[in-house]
């Protein structure tokens, strides 16, 4: 069972290919998620930003784009352990199945061998 992540330009597992700028994972512990809301809320409202307002935006979303990347990387992890646990659970069942199988056949060949020996000589 192959799992397969298709392309999508707003996804965030490729958002940092159409970035105008490099992300740097230097998270600046001043900014909190509601100092970034309120700026980009402010954005919103189209009330004037000033440099330093643009550039707090700029690390707002870099945050965020540090943040995805980090659960990007956790989600092809799990995919990666979660494909090889189905390779197993699907190698377990082939193994019972088969046991189970020679299990039926040996009881039935048990049961004709009395029948024979018990009806027939």
Not at 9 to 16: A, E, G, K, R, T
Not at 71 to 96: F, M, P, V, W
């Amino acid at each position: 069972m192959s799992t397969y992540i298709g392309y999508s330009p707003n996804d965030f597992l490729y958002v940092q290919a159409g970035s105008e700028f490099p992300v740097r994972c230097n998270i600046d512990p001043s900014l909190n998620s509601q100092q970034c809301g309120e700026i980009i809320y402010k954005q919103y409202l189209g009330d004037g930003l000033t440099d330093a307002d643009n550039e707090k935006i700029r690390k707002c979303y870099e945050k965020e784009l540090c943040i995805n990347k980090e659960k990007a990387t956790e989600l092809i992890q799990i995919q990666t352990n979660h494909l090889g646990s189905d390779r197993r659970y699907d190698d377990t069942k082939q193994l019972y199945w088969n046991e189970m199988i020679k299990t039926v056949n040996l009881m039935v060949g048990i049961g004709g061998l009395c029948y024979l020996s018990f009806f027939v000589i």
